[in-house]
């Protein structure tokens, strides 16, 4: 159990559907990100969210729609995807965002499949 | 050009050997995490350095700044152990905020 629980954990979506991932932290942090992980690819950052304010948006396509309602929970909503965006999704968190000090608590992944 | 170089990117072992994941990278850092991922997709946080070295069990993680190098050692690995294990480093320049990862080393532990 790492404190940060996503679901689903699978999820099968055609192009045209509208699905949303969820993320919920219980370690108290203040930061949550969503990271994409394609076959054979490093980690890449999508967003950054500090105190519930968006802070990095690392030039996602708006098929992405990320919201953070508070602290403790973050949102993917997904929408019109291409099959290209098959990938795992992992959410992470951390005291503060990204400064050098504050460790990253990842989820277990939601894996996306664009059919 | 900030980059994170990891090798190998494949190790297979037999139960009980010492097995060393080498992490290069390309400009100065302010820290360098070591992580763990498995099957199932779910990361784990090893290690956090910005120097010298860290023990906890069976995994010591070394760097050393002035060569830009990192290790991760597994002392009587097991198959447990099997997993990918990823480096990841802040550097001082550039997208300083953001995490750089590696591609990640698959370790394989066989019984």
């Known amino acids: 159990e790492t404190g940060v629980t996503q679901t689903p954990r699978h999820l099968v979506m055609g192009m045209t559907n509208k699905k949303s991932l969820k993320c919920e932290q219980h370690?108290?942090?203040?930061?949550m990100y969503w990271y994409k992980q394609s076959a054979k690819k490093p980690l890449e950052l999508m967003f950054v969210?500090?105190?519930?304010?968006?802070?990095e948006n690392n030039s996602v396509p708006s098929r992405f729609s990320p919201e953070c309602p508070n602290s403790s929970h973050l949102f993917l909503h997904l929408h019109t995807l291409q099959p290209e965006d098959s990938a795992l999704y992992l959410c992470?968190?951390?005291?503060?965002?990204?400064?050098?000090?504050?460790?990253?608590?990842f989820g277990n992944g939601t894996r996306l499949t664009v059919t | 050009k900030n980059e994170v170089e990891q090798s190998p990117q494949n190790l297979t072992a037999q139960e009980g050997e010492f097995i060393t994941i080498n992490c290069s990278y390309s400009?100065?850092?302010?820290?360098l995490h070591w992580l763990q991922q498995h099957p199932g997709g779910g990361i784990v946080s090893l290690f956090m350095?910005?120097?010298g070295k860290k023990k906890h069990g069976r995994l010591i993680a070394t760097i050393n700044i002035q060569e830009k190098h990192s290790s991760l050692h597994i002392t009587a690995s097991h198959p447990r152990d099997s997993a990918v294990y990823i480096c990841?480093?802040?550097?001082?320049?550039?997208?300083?905020?953001?995490?750089?990862f590696g591609s990640g080393t698959q370790l394989t532990v066989l019984p």
């Open positions: 992470a968190s951390s005291q503060v965002a990204q400064t050098y000090n504050s460790p990253l608590h």
């Open positions: 370690l108290g942090h203040n930061a």
């Open positions: 969210y500090n105190f519930k304010e968006q802070t």
């Open positions: 400009v100065g850092i302010s820290a």
């Open positions: 350095l910005s120097s």
């Open positions: 990841a480093v802040r550097f001082r320049s550039g997208s300083a905020r953001q995490l750089t």
